[in-house]
């Protein structure tokens, strides 16, 4: 039941807001569409005159909202004629007609970024191009600090910004006090404008998105609801509505909230759901202006617009409602929900203390639409992992309409061309898995997920909600011995350990944290004795058959035809030569590999070989990974500890590194692989699961005199970082390739059949000296800490921005990686010549830049 105070909210809003308790889906909408500029969904646009579905297109993109129109124009763009757009209702219907239209640019990450600029600039050239006015309005966005935690954040931010191409600038509170005369700046610490931020008026956008479409040839049917999805052959093949059937090569589910249940329909999993989502906006105010820039105040979780000489104020609240968890009405068009007044009042009066007139001022209307969001916060875009050419593009986040014009281009050229045009792994729909698509964990996680954008973005900060999905066998063990755990994909894994009495929890902070001590002794732990970490959740797929290996060999660029029990490190490149994956292939027999990756890349990974296994080749792959707990035993002191709890010869000679065979441990057996990712002598022990209790204790008692140390993974990642090994989607992607990232070494360049991306490689490789190369950096300044994004400056200049960092314990101090650009080529000479510095909120501090690793360059510590 709601507190007290929450009633005497409530009922100042009602007081503030005569009309409010009378409020109710029907008012609300009629309200709305008085009080708003873009008041008419539906009346002033024309309906699609009816024409006869075709029998077959080329693509059909179902779905008229922004993203389905943003589609099907760019399609139109490149070409595409033979492109039929099918909308249930009327263009817009769904969640687009009712968003507020803020055009902000800078995203979490580089790519969703590019996208939202180009977003911003579609826009701008989209009405003198279509003759349908947009609405674009460019009068700038102010990010509002609260606290010196949030200022930090916001000014590393700035700092990313310009390495993304982004106009930011920190601004006094007195400035934006100028820029903004009747809002109270009394609580500001920071703030930051963006002058080429700006809004639109999303029906009309989509409506010139439409009309260009249209003006290219594509053909757009509304009234058309698809009801079924046909496949063949584990593809698309067609969809099926009430006026007909339509053969198509290429299906596009831009279905909004619906996209989850159009995704049923053809069998595959698009994890999102509906939320409420609000604003309100208020009767006129005096001195408001269509200039006044968009404020985005994250303490009050709000942002506040100029609407037609109203203020809107939209809330991205910390713990939001999903909506239609039963699925969403048929007749749902053009409508929106009843407010929840009491569970929003609260919200919508810290938000309005911005603005200390909105408290005297009436309101129009308190609205709420349900928008559709995902477990991360990002959206879904490309080809399902398992179904060909069914495409999917839902999940906006409430980004859609900011998105929506790189959103449609990406698209576009994926649908093409093959592939998207740029590395958007962070959106790209196989980082999901399909246990995703779970109700209730869709509905926890968004609880949290619709306000996410609005709090604060902690260094290494976890998601609260849905947490103890997937457990390793361990779970209990590692609790016991202290683990904090974090979560990646459903996935529990200890990140780091407390002491006995210690509490196993973060306490957030962009300096030292509390836990730095205990990562200190987890990372001396694996240098100097031996470290245990679980990485059960890493994927494991074995690839079987007589086609096996040459399916393997023509994807990877090593080379997989090797002898028995030999670990194959190696990545997966596109036809350009762009790193898709990056992982180690274990030859366990004549036709059966043992293929191994992180958790997060397991769909894409799969999905990656099946659709590269050649029609009647005979190559089955199956996913493993949830029969098998993986311990890994690292450290100097590993060789002694296994030699201890197992018979097989241990020794240098009698099993080389990268080589891998099965030992009892135990009771039990294990797949032991010499391999390291932390650059010591070490092994991973793949156990079955109904073993690996017994395997754990197995080791830890017999570890005691080894000194054994339960490692999490925050050690992992600064022991990696020292030895300059990368990680995938964060150093390396698929916009990188092995020449870039140093990986080139690994490439089997004379493999008879080759491998996907080699002549792109061999063709980049005769250009000359490639004009980024991955470098690693140790900070001067022991006291600094890196995380990524990070600017890197030579010889003053910026050039690029750090992929990942860590705190080295064994270096000293903060360690990166990072690209370096030149646009005659990155030479050795270019990296050792110049005079390196990152800045790390605001302070440059020089570091140290080397192309080998500055830990163990020779490797003599894992080749021993
Ligand atoms: C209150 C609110 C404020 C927002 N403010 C902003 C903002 O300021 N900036 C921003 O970027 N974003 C904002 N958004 C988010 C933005 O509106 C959405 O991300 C965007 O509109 C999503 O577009 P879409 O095309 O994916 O979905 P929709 O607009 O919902 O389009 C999907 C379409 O698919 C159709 N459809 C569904 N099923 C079928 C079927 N079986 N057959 C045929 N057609 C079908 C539906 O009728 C619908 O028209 C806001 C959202 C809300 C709710």
């Not at 700038?140 to 993304?164: H, I, N, P, Y």
């Not at 408001?288 to 994250?298: G, K, M, Y």
């Not at 001590?517 to 100097?528: F, K, L, M």
């Amino acid at each position: 039941m709601s507190s007290p105070s929450l009633h005497v909210a409530v009922r100042s809003v009602m007081r503030a807001f005569p009309g409010a308790a009378a409020s109710g889906s029907a008012a609300c909408a009629s309200a709305r569409l008085r009080c708003l500029q873009s008041a008419s969904p539906s009346a002033s646009y024309p309906v699609t005159a009816p024409q006869n579905l075709p029998s077959h297109a080329q693509v059909v993109i179902i779905g008229g909202g922004v993203i389905g129109c943003s589609i099907a124009y760019h399609l139109g763009k490149l070409g595409r004629r033979d492109v039929v757009l099918l909308e249930r209702r009327r263009l817009t219907c769904g969640t687009t007609w009712h968003a507020a239209g803020l055009l902000t640019s800078l995203r979490d990450t580089e790519t969703q970024t590019r996208l939202a600029m180009y977003t911003q600039g579609l826009y701008r050239r989209l009405e003198e191009e279509t003759g349908q006015a947009t609405g674009l309005i460019q009068c700038g966005s102010v990010q509002l600090a609260l606290t010196q935690d949030k200022a930090e954040e916001m000014r590393r931010g700035a700092l990313a910004a310009r390495c993304f191409g982004v106009e930011c600038h920190e601004i006094t509170p007195a400035e934006f006090q100028r820029l903004w005369p009747l809002a109270d700046a009394s609580d500001v610490r920071a703030a930051f404008h963006f002058p080429n931020d700006g809004r639109v008026n999303p029906t009309d956008v989509t409506q010139a998105l439409a009309k260009g479409a249209r003006a290219a040839g594509v053909r757009i049917f509304e009234d058309t609801p698809v009801s079924a999805i046909e496949r063949a052959h584990g593809r698309v093949s067609a969809v099926v509505t009430p006026r007909g059937t339509i053969s198509a090569e290429c299906v596009v589910n831009c279905a909004g909230i619906w996209a989850r249940s159009v995704g049923a329909l053809a069998g595959v999993a698009v994890p999102l759901q509906a939320a409420e989502h609000y604003y309100m906006i208020s009767e006129a105010v005096a001195g408001v202006h269509a200039q006044l820039p968009i404020i985005r105040d994250p303490g009050r979780s709000a942002y506040i617009r100029e609407e037609a000489g109203k203020l809107m104020v939209g809330l991205f609240e910390p713990a939001a409602r999903p909506w239609g968890v039963r699925g969403i009405p048929e007749d749902f068009a053009f409508a929106e929900l009843p407010p929840d007044w009491e569970r929003m009042a609260p919200h919508l009066e810290t938000a309005m203390q911005r603005v200390p007139v909105l408290l005297q001022t009436g309101m129009k209307v308190l609205f709420c639409g349900p928008e559709s969001f995902t477990p991360d916060h990002n959206y879904l875009m490309g080809e399902a992992p398992n179904l060909r050419n069914f495409f999917v593009a839902a999940g906006f986040n409430s980004l859609g309409i900011l998105s929506g014009g790189g959103a449609g281009f990406v698209m576009a050229h994926w649908i093409v061309h093959g592939r998207p045009p740029m590395d958007v792994w962070s959106v790209d729909i196989r980082r999901m898995q399909p246990w995703q698509n779970n109700s209730r964990y869709l509905c926890e996680r968004i609880g949290e997920a619709l306000g996410i954008g609005y709090q604060d973005h902690w260094p290494f900060r976890q998601w609260e909600t849905a947490r103890d999905i997937k457990k390793s066998p361990l779970h209990e063990r590692l609790r016991a011995a202290g683990a904090c755990f974090g979560e990646s994909v459903g996935w529990e894994r200890p990140n780091w350990f407390a002491r006995p009495g210690e509490p196993a929890r973060y306490r957030y902070t962009w300096g030292r944290p509390d836990w730095f001590e205990r990562h200190a002794a987890e990372h001396a732990a694996v240098r100097e004795r031996v470290g245990l970490f679980d990485q059960s959740s890493f994927a494991k797929l074995l690839v079987q058959g007589r086609d096996a290996e040459q399916t393997l060999n023509r994807i990877a660029t090593a080379d997989c035809r090797v002898v028995d029990g030999r670990i194959v490190y190696t990545q997966f490149l596109n036809r350009d030569g762009g790193i898709e994956a990056d992982l180690t292939i274990t030859r366990l027999a004549d036709e059966r590999f043992l293929v191994v990756t992180a958790a997060f890349t397991r769909t894409h990974v799969e999905a990656w070989i099946r659709g590269h296994i050649e029609e009647h080749a005979h190559c089955l792959v199956t996913d493993i990974s949830d029969g098998y707990a993986m311990l890994n035993v690292q450290g100097p002191a590993s060789r002694d500890l296994l030699q201890q709890v197992c018979d097989a010869d241990m020794s240098h000679a009698a099993w080389p590194f990268g080589t891998a065979r099965e030992v009892p441990i135990g009771h039990g057996t294990a797949l032991a692989m010499r391999l390291t990712y932390a650059g010591e002598l070490g092994w991973e022990l793949y156990v079955p699961s109904s073993f690996s209790l017994g395997v754990y204790d197995t080791l830890v008692s017999a570890g005691e005199r080894h000194g054994l140390q339960h490692c999490g993974y925050h050690a992992l990642n600064s022991l990696r970082i020292e030895k300059a090994y990368r990680e995938w989607a964060h150093d390396i992607g698929a916009d990188d390739t092995p020449l870039e990232a140093g990986l080139a070494g690994l490439c089997a360049w004379n493999k008879p059949e080759g491998f996907i991306g080699r002549e792109a490689l061999l063709a980049r490789r005769a250009a000359g000296p490639p004009q980024r190369r991955l470098v690693q950096f140790l900070l001067h300044d022991p006291d600094a800490f890196l995380y990524h994004k990070e600017p890197i400056y030579r010889d003053g200049e910026l050039n690029s921005f750090t992929t990942s960092g860590m705190y080295g314990h064994t270096l000293g101090a903060a360690v990166g990686l990072g690209y370096v650009k030149c646009a005659a080529g990155v030479t050795d000479e270019f990296v050792t010549s110049g005079k390196f510095e990152i800045d790390v909120a605001g302070r440059r501090i020089p570091a140290t830049a080397s192309l080998t690793a500055l830990y163990d360059p020779g490797n003599e510590r894992i080749r021993r």
